[in-house]
């Protein structure tokens, strides 16, 4: 999935469902943790009953990506662009990262900087997925 999502210059954050929800335990509006379903029914034109199913559901074509998302709704302070503002510790959420293996070594060096300048000690690595198997 490095190719198809990230191109040379991609970077993974690596956390787990507990950390998720330590690091949004100041955020004071309600956060729910989804998985994905995925459907083939949903493969032509897919239909769905409001933003929730928009949330869970997802085409089939896609249950590669075994996905988790955050979703928040019914918050009021949606920005122009359609983003909005939600509160997360990352010291809390994020475990370590991993540079893509198709990625020059400035990018690791880059990511290690901006980390440590944005207060995180967290590992830095670079993935070794495409490396050779040994002997």
């Given amino acids: 999935m490095w190719k ?3 191109g040379d210059h991609g970077i993974a954050l690596v956390s787990n469902v507990g950390r998720l929800k330590q690091a ?3 955020e004071p509006q309600t956060i ?3 998985n ?3 459907r083939p029914d949903l493969e032509t034109e897919p239909q769905f009953e409001g933003v929730e199913e928009f949330c869970r559901f997802k085409r089939s074509s896609f249950s590669h990506e075994q996905e988790l998302r955050l979703v928040v709704l019914g918050d009021e302070s949606v920005s122009a662009n359609g983003g909005m503002y939600v509160a997360v510790d990352l010291a809390k959420l994020v475990d370590h990262v991993y ?3 198709l990625a020059a070594k ?3 060096d880059v990511v290690e900087s901006e980390a440590k300048c944005h207060g995180l000690d967290v590992r830095v690595i670079s993935s070794k997925l495409l490396d050779p198997a040994p002997p």
């Fill in 36 to 38: 994905v379903e995925y």
């Fill in 99 to 101: 540079v893509s293996p």
């Fill in 32 to 34: 729910s943790i989804v």
């Fill in 24 to 26: 949004f335990v100041d």
């Fill in 106 to 108: 400035w990018i690791r």
């Fill in 4 to 6: 198809l999502y990230t």
